[in-house]
Structure formats: C-alpha cells, structure tokens
C-alpha cells in the first residue's frame, strides 16, 4: 500500500470510530428518535441499496440519513450526487451531511412531512426512496397511512426501502397501494437485521371470460 493510501485508510479509519461515538452518544440522549445505537454496517447499506431502484430515472429519497453511511454506499453504487434528497432531523448531523457530500441535496427537516419540507406542492416524484426513520411510535393504521403518502409520491415502477430491525413487516401491506417482501437477514448490522422492501401492488388479474 503506498504512502498516500494509508493515510486515506487511517482517515477513513478515524472518520468511522469518531461516528460510531457520535452516534452513540445522540442515540443514548433520545433513543427514540435515533432508533439504533451505531450506524448500519457497510454491507447493510450495499443491500439496502442494490435491493431500491435506482435504475428508473428521476431523483432519489433518502430519509433520516444519519451520518451518511446508506448515502456513500449510494454513491458508491454509482449514483450521481445531485440525483440524492437527503432529509436528516438532527441539526448537526445535517450540517456534518452538508459537509461530507457536496452536491447531495440535504435537508434538514422532517421526513414524515414531504409536502412541507419539500415544499413542492407534491410534484417531485421519486424513483426510490430509502427509508430509515424509526415509526415504533406509530400505530400500525399510521404507519400504513404514511407509507401510502410516501407511495403517491415515486415514480410508476419505483420502491420504498425500510430499515429495521423487526423480524416481521413494520407496515403490513396496504391492498392496491403497495405489497412487502424482505432481503435476506444481514448479520454484520448491529443488531442484524433486514431490508424491507415495499413495492407496488400488483393489480388483480382479470378472471378468464
Ligand atoms: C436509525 S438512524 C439511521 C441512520 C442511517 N441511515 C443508518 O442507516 O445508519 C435514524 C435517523 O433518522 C433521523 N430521524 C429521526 N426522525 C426523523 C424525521 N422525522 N425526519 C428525518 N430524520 C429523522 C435520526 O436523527 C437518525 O439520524
């Protein structure tokens, strides 16, 4: 390894270890809101991301972003910085997404409210949207609700992504909105867990005459 590399690699080393405290510090001053105690881990967020399709043209959601971890693995896949909306709660995780990702539209606001954080008279239709917020606190009627917004609001074709570490759906399916299947459990995460994966529903097929 040359010189220039190791020195990426200790900074990126450093970079990591000092999130992993900051997250871990914001998570023990409002669990509820952070929802994790450490960022998801690297091969999480390449599942998270290979599993939303970005393939269909438009800009892409990200909701509670965190650190930036699921937005690199984004970039990492190719995606183009000024495709990305990031929509971060935390003041100074927002100014630190600022930093981090010049070209990444981040915002900081609230994520469960797209028509007033966007501001956009609900025109932006979204090819994916990944979604990382915690709705433990949400009922599951509310949960259902908001996931329908959420839908009206991607591209024809396009997926919402959920992280979570429930074993069972977080929103169960909504009949002629969106249906939900699950990548297989990344054990790496802390603590392991799964991608959620909500699509379209698939429209009745017609009886045979
Ligand atoms: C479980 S962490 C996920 C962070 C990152 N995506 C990851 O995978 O490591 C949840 C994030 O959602 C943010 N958050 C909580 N409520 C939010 C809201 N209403 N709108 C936007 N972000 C929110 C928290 O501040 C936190 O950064």
Known sequence: MQRNERQTSNAEARERRADLVRFFGTWVRNPIKMG?????????????????TTEIDGPILE???GLGVVTRALLDAGVAPSR?????????????????????????GDGFDLDATLADG???????I???????????????????????RLAPGGNLTQLSYL????????AGVFDVSASPIVW??????????????????????
């Not at 915690?134 to 917004?149: D, S």
């Not at 392991?192 to 698939?202: E, L």
């Open 36 to 52: 994790a105690v450490a960022p998801s881990s690297a091969s999480y967020c390449a599942t998270m991301v290979a599993a939303s």
């Open 63 to 65: 909701l509670g972003p």
């Open 84 to 108: 990305i909306t990031s929509i971060e709660y935390d003041r100074d995780f927002a100014a630190t997404l600022t930093r981090r990702f010049p070209g990444v539209n981040v915002i900081h």
């Open 122 to 128: 609900g025109a932006t239709r979204f090819s994916t």
């Open 130 to 152: 990944l979604f990382a917020i915690p709705i433990v606190k949400l009922p599951q009627a509310e949960r259902q609700a908001l996931f329908t917004r959420y839908f009206a």
């Open 167 to 174: 074993w069972t759906p977080p929103v169960k399916p909504v």
């Open 188 to 209: 790496d995460n802390i603590p392991p867990a799964r991608v959620w994966i909500y699509r379209p529903a698939r429209l009745p097929t017609k009886p045979a005459p």
